[in-house]
Each structure stands twice: as structure tokens, then as C-alpha cells.
């Protein structure tokens, strides 16, 4: 008979594993793994393109428009794309939408590795995966809280946020520490690669366990209005957008940010670059294991983030040196993760099945689809008052934004019930 761990010990164990819970399920558990592949990937190619956008041009407007390209179609058709969400099989769509990514990646890694690249070739191919990501990001987004029961989907939205921040650790690192041997077409290649473990684990899912929520045959631009009028009826679901709409515009569009703050601040090899990358990711890790183990989310926790990641950013712009940098970009990532692990759990728990494809678009959009705005906002500015007031400029535009979401919660009637959420 073997001996029984003490009781104490057990019940840590228990604990422990209790913030992995959802990865008990074999369907998410295969999407899940092929996303910290493929995201790795995704992260590699941000640094890659990065540096080889600076090598092409040396212009911060440059690295603005680059995002401008890659974030329009976000911008323009996710609303679209979150209508696509709720009326196709969602399984079938993200086999296509990552294979395309796949293929755009091969593309991008030979035009480099051919020696052809111009700088137009990156931003037509930006505009491409932005087409592919505003298509795709709402589907994924309601498709892998699908694969949990209910009682699962709050810590299926933090093991997915320990995904985005775990690959942010890994790949601008391993990209710091390749692109000298291998070169920036490698990274590309190696980008290309990772989307067969994605592709891999949707083809090993049990399909017929797979639940999509009811979809319901309607005009598209009937079901987008309903999405838009949900949101606007539903309070605690419009001060995320509030919130998300200014911190996203403003805030996380590092994209733009981190090659500024690297290569016209800091002056950074291509190594201390993937470092600030790192440490950035490394800070939202923390925040994302912490927030698998929460027990519970409310409003006046999402505000408070959202304001100490604008204070963080402000930081961020008046540092000079690379490890001051480094520890604020480590608090920026944890303050940004638990405003939008917060958020996003809010979405996916208040809104019903059939309209979530639909409330995340929105949620999307305003997060990411607001880089165009944010990027050439950043990159203009920074090129006519230098980069440390660009980013000073943006951290206070995300402080009123904060404080436009406080004043709208002050007007809420209070809802007892709708102040905790589950973690």
C-alpha cells in the first residue's frame, strides 16, 4: 500500500490544480496546447517584422502604419466577423482562417529570405493578416469557451490569457536569441510552422462533443444591430467597452510602443529588444496564473487596473534606461492583464451563447480594431514631439477614458448580484 500524501498537502495539491481545471477537458486541452505553439510563432514574427521594419526605413511613422495596415480590416469588418461567428460552424471556420495565416506567414518568410522584400510588401501583407484576423480572432474567441461546460468558462478565459502571456515571454525572446544566427526569415518560417499544432489539435478534437450555442437565420445586418443593442442596454457589459474602447485605442498597442521605446530610447540590440518584449509578457503571465486562482472579478478591480496601467505607461515614457524600463514594462503587463482578464470574463459570462460571437466582435474591435487610430496616433506624434511624449500623450488619454468609465458606473443603478463574477 503506498503512503498518503498528508492532508494538508493534498488540499495544496487540489489548489493548485484547481486553477488548471478547464485543461481536464481533452478538446480544449488540444487547443489550448496548439495555441501556446502558434501564438509562440505569432510572437517571433511581431519581433521579426519589428526589426525589419526599422533595418527598411528607421522611421517611427513607418512602424505606425504597419499596425494602421494590420489593424484597419480589425477595425472595418470584426463587427462582420462576430455576425460570421454566430451563424457558421465555428470549428470548420478556424480551419480555414489559420491555415490562411499559415500560408501568409510562408509568403512573408520567402519574400525575405529571397531578398525581394520592400517595405510595401509588409504592409500589403499586414492588411492581409488583419482581413484574416478580424474574420478569425471573434470566432476563436467564442469558440473556446465552447469547449467547457459553463461552470469551466472563467478559467478557460484565464488559462487563455496564460496562453497570449506565456507565448509573449517566449517568442520575442527566442527571437532575440535567433535572429542573429538564423536571421529575420527563419523567423518567418519558423511563424509558418507553428500553425500546424493549432491545425494538428482541431483535427484530433471529438467533434461531436463540440456544443455551438443556437444560431438563428437572420439578415446580417439585422443580427448586427441586435449585438450593438444588447451591449448598449446591458451596463455592466458597455463599461467594459467603456474601458476597453480607451485602453485599447491608447494603451495596448505595443506593436508600435516596444520598437520605439527600443530602438529611439534604449538603442537595443536585437537580444535586450526581445528581453523588453519578455518582460513585458513575463508581468502578464503573472497576472494571468494569478487570475486562474481569483476568486472573483468585480467592476471597482477592472477600473482600478485600467488606471494603474495608464499610470504604468506614463512611467514607461519618462524612463531612460533599460532596467527601470524593464521593471515597468514587467508592472505594465500585469496591470494590463488583470483589466483585461476581467473584461473578457465579463463578456463571456453575462452575454448570452447566441449573441457572444456577436459582443466579442465589438470587444475586439475596440481593443484591437482601434490600432489604426492608436498606431499612426503614436507614430505621427512621435516623429513630431519624440517618442517619450508620445507615449506621455497616450497614458493620459487612457487616464480620461478611465475616468469617463468611472463617472458611467456612478450612474448605474446597483446590482447586488452583478458586482462579483466567478473566477
Known amino acids: 500500500m503506498q503512503p498518503q500524501p498528508p492532508q494538508g498537502a493534498r488540499v495544496r495539491l487540489v489548489r493548485l490544480l484547481g486553477g488548471f481545471r478547464a485543461l481536464r477537458v481533452r478538446n480544449y486541452r488540444l487547443y489550448w496546447i496548439g495555441q501556446l505553439v502558434s501564438m509562440t510563432g505569432s510572437w517571433v514574427q511581431v519581433t521579426a517584422q519589428a526589426l525589419l521594419v526599422l533595418s527598411l526605413t528607421s522611421s517611427p511613422l513607418a512602424i505606425g502604419l504597419v499596425a494602421t495596415f494590420q489593424f484597419l480590416p480589425v477595425m472595418l469588418l470584426s463587427l462582420f466577423g462576430g455576425v460570421v461567428a454566430d451563424r457558421v460552424p465555428r470549428y470548420r471556420m478556424i480551419l480555414v482562417t489559420q491555415t490562411l495565416a499559415m ?35 471573434p470566432v476563436r474567441q467564442a469558440f473556446a469557451v465552447e469547449l467547457v461546460g459553463r461552470e469551466d468558462r472563467p478559467n478557460a478565459v484565464a488559462l487563455n490569457s496564460i496562453v497570449f502571456n506565456g507565448s509573449r515571454i517566449i517568442g520575442p525572446a527566442l527571437a532575440g536569441l535567433l535572429i542573429g544566427p538564423l536571421g529575420i526569415a527563419a523567423m518567418l518560417y519558423l511563424n509558418a510552422a507553428s500553425f500546424l499544432a493549432v491545425l494538428l489539435g482541431l483535427l484530433r478534437m471529438d467533434v461531436s462533443q463540440i456544443v455551438q450555442g443556437p ?135 453575462r452575454v448570452p451563447d447566441d449573441l457572444r460571437g456577436r459582443v466579442s466582435s465589438l470587444y475586439f474591435m475596440l481593443f484591437a ?36 468609465a468611472v463617472v458611467y458606473q456612478r450612474s448605474i443603478p446597483r446590482d447586488p448580484a452583478a458586482e462579483q463574477l466567478p473566477a
Open 215 to 349: 444560431r438563428r437565420p437572420a439578415r446580417v445586418l439585422s443580427q448586427l444591430r441586435e449585438g450593438l443593442a444588447y451591449t448598449w442596454r446591458t451596463p455592466e457589459v458597455l463599461l467594459v467597452m467603456i474601458l476597453i474602447g480607451a485602453i485599447g485605442t491608447f494603451g495596448y498597442n505595443f506593436s508600435v510602443t516596444l520598437p520605439l521605446i527600443g530602438g529611439f530610447i534604449l538603442h537595443t540590440d536585437p537580444a535586450s529588444y526581445g528581453l523588453l518584449g519578455s518582460f513585458l509578457g513575463l508581468g502578464s503571465l503573472a497576472a494571468a496564473i494569478a487570475n486562474a486562482y481569483m476568486g472573483s472579478f468585480t467592476p471597482r478591480r477592472m477600473i482600478i487596473a485600467a488606471a494603474a496601467f495608464s499610470l504604468l505607461l506614463g512611467g514607461v515614457a519618462a524612463s531612460s534606461t533599460f532596467a527601470i524600463s524593464s521593471a515597468l514594462l514587467f508592472a505594465l503587463g500585469f496591470a494590463g492583464i488583470s483589466f483585461t482578464t476581467a473584461a473578457n470574463t465579463v463578456i463571456q459570462l
Open 103 to 137: 500560408i501568409l506567414a510562408a509568403i512573408f518568410g520567402a519574400l525575405v529570405g529571397s531578398g525581394l522584400i520592400q517595405i510595401w510588401h509588409v504592409y500589403l501583407l499586414a492588411l492581409l493578416q488583419g482581413v484574416v484576423n478580424a474574420l478569425d480572432t
Open 369 to 404: 480594431g482601434s490600432t489604426p487610430i492608436g498606431g499612426l496616433l503614436i507614430g505621427g506624434a512621435a516623429s513630431l514631439f519624440g517618442v517619450p511624449n508620445a507615449l506621455l500623450l497616450c497614458a493620459v488619454l487612457c487616464l480620461i477614458g478611465v475616468g469617463a
